[in-house]
């Protein structure tokens, strides 16, 4: 009797032990196996049975699981620079050199019971060593994950966001990022309202090649995006006046006929905002101090767009990736287009991107507008075109101040007119590059 037991005892811890060998992985490191290692195979190791079954099932399987994997941090142990902690409250970290800026997940529940574990992350940031009070916007992350077959599967994520509302140090971050967001849009709108003023200036020398480009705001006034004066004017008139979007533009350099220089200086109307200017090369600069002079000399190339005479031309701007996706996508940043709706156009109406690129309209009247590229709805044909393997899009009604983006991926040409304007000749054109 006392031998049986003893056998299966043995028996039993045996089984036992080989179970709890086969189990390689804590929760934690199939976590960071499945959100770090950069592989899909690994990603899908800890998917659900069921989940993949059904993913294999509705044929969704190369789309399903890059989505699901997105909300994770992909890469061989490194991911623009981010570094992985196998124990402790930090799970991963990066640090931007540039600015020293640093990013962090920490794991603040890491619960084990039995065949079940619940994992909770939060995301920090942090200048220099002080918590960034915008750490609040960012959600919280809760993991279950489940025990099937020796191997830890992900069975439910869920999302959590807390905004204390009264709180003041909450509020002093949310100003803040509201001021640099329009900081960032004046920007852009100036940088814009450059390479109008550059285009303008091409089509001015073009109609006059005896006299060459101009210093002459009232002579670009008067220039137009085609012959006759039934064609737009290539400005509109807050720019023809030299004032806009909260800066006073200027234009200098001009030497001897035919001039083949100049130097336009946009300058901010209220202290802390940055001096914009650019020249003939298409070059767009800016000085953090405010000044045209320093701008002229000394200025800093415009990371974001550069203008040419072909229109405003968005260029991809390298980008320190703190963290995100490790692909390509991930590590380069596309710039964001402008284009500004006025009464009856569209400014700038023709313009250049590459594939992948977004463009942004603003309605910047009392009215509203549209975006439309819909080929039946277009009172003239030829104001609506677009690649074979491209897709229509309409914006529907953007009341006054209202926006709307539309990324193109298809390169070729794209026509598109306002459904509610294009009578009066608001239409524009866009040309993707591959």
């Excluded at 200098?252 to 209220?270: D, K």
Aim: proline share 5%.
């Amino acid at each position: 009797m006392f031998r049986s037991r003893l056998v299966l005892l043995l028996v039993f811890t045996s089984s036992l032990y080989a179970q709890q060998a086969k189990i390689q992985q804590s929760p934690r490191q199939a976590l960071i196996e499945m959100f770090f290692s950069g592989g899909q195979a690994a990603f899908e190791t800890h998917l659900p049975d069921a989940t993949k079954l059904a993913l294999v099932k509705a044929g969704a399987m190369r789309f399903g699981v890059p989505m699901l994997g997105s909300l994770g941090f992909h890469g061989n142990g490194q991911v623009g620079g981010l570094q992985i902690v196998e124990a402790g409250p930090i799970l991963a970290w990066s640090r931007d050199p540039r600015t020293g800026e640093k990013f962090q997940v920490n794991i603040d529940t890491d619960d084990l019971m039995g065949d079940q574990a619940e994992l909770a992350l939060s995301f920090h940031t942090f200048k220099g060593e002080v918590e960034d009070a915008m750490t609040t916007f960012y959600p919280k992350v809760n993991l279950k994950m489940a025990l099937q077959g020796g191997v830890w599967k992900l069975k439910e994520i869920g999302l959590g966001l807390r905004l204390p509302l009264d709180d003041p140090e909450f509020l002093k971050a949310l100003t803040q990022t509201f001021q640099k967001q329009e900081s960032a849009t004046s920007g852009m709108l100036v940088a814009n309202d450059l390479g109008i003023l550059q285009n303008a200036e091409v089509k001015y020398r073009a109609l006059h090649p005896e006299h060459g480009f101009t210093c002459s705001l009232q002579d670009l006034a008067i220039v137009r995006f085609g012959h006759g004066n039934s064609s737009a004017l290539v400005l509109d008139r807050a720019l023809a006046s030299g004032t806009k979007d909260g800066y006073k533009f200027a234009i200098g350099g001009c030497g001897s006929p035919p001039v083949t220089s100049f130097e336009i200086t946009a300058v901010p109307l209220q202290a802390g905002k940055p001096a914009l200017c650019a020249d003939q090369s298409g070059s767009v600069k800016y000085s953090a101090d405010g000044l045209a002079e320093t701008c002229v000399a000394n200025g800093q190339p415009w990371e974001g767009q550069r203008a040419t005479g072909l229109g405003v031309v968005a260029h991809f701007v390298p980008t320190t990736a703190g963290h995100g996706s490790g692909s390509a996508e991930g590590t380069r940043g596309r710039a964001t287009v402008v284009v500004r709706m006025g009464e009856n156009e569209f400014t700038p109406a023709r313009l250049t991107i590459a594939a992948g690129q977004t463009v942004l309209w603003k309605n910047t009247t009392g009215g509203t507008h549209t975006v439309t590229l819909l080929p039946e709805r277009a009172v003239n044909p030829g104001d609506a075109q677009l690649p074979k393997d491209a897709k229509p899009f309409d914006s529907g009604i953007i009341p006054s101040g209202g926006t709307f983006r539309q990324s193109f991926t298809a390169p070729g040409t794209y026509k598109y007119f306002c459904s509610q304007h294009e009578d009066n000749g608001m239409v524009g054109e866009i040309v993707v590059r591959r």
